[in-house]
């Protein structure tokens, strides 16, 4: 998303983290920015998530960007990594006519 800071604006990276209770009700777990999308801000998140009391993770949904699967797994050993279905769709586009 395009972000001002002081006089200049920039794309930077926003994160929202959602998480399902166990009554399915949706819960808004944080908001995160990055100025880019890295496996080390994924890692902050992971570590910020743990910090405030999240103990396990069933299902991570993410974008392409590599090694963020390797981070969450580091924090969440069992964790299953899917990528966003707008990027699954992305890739099987591109292998189709």
Known sequence: LSTRRG???SKEAYYVIL???KDFKREILGVYNFPSE???GMGTICDDLKKRG???VLLWVTDGVAGVGEEV???FSYT????CIIHKKR???EKVR
Do not use: A, M
């Open 73 to 75: 797994q580091k924090r």
């Open 7 to 9: 006089g200049s604006v």
């Open 19 to 21: 998480g399902l209770r």
């Open 38 to 40: 890295t496996k080390s």
């Open 80 to 83: 299953k990594i899917q990528l």
């Open 54 to 56: 999240i103990k396990r």
């Open 91 to 93: 890739n099987i586009l």
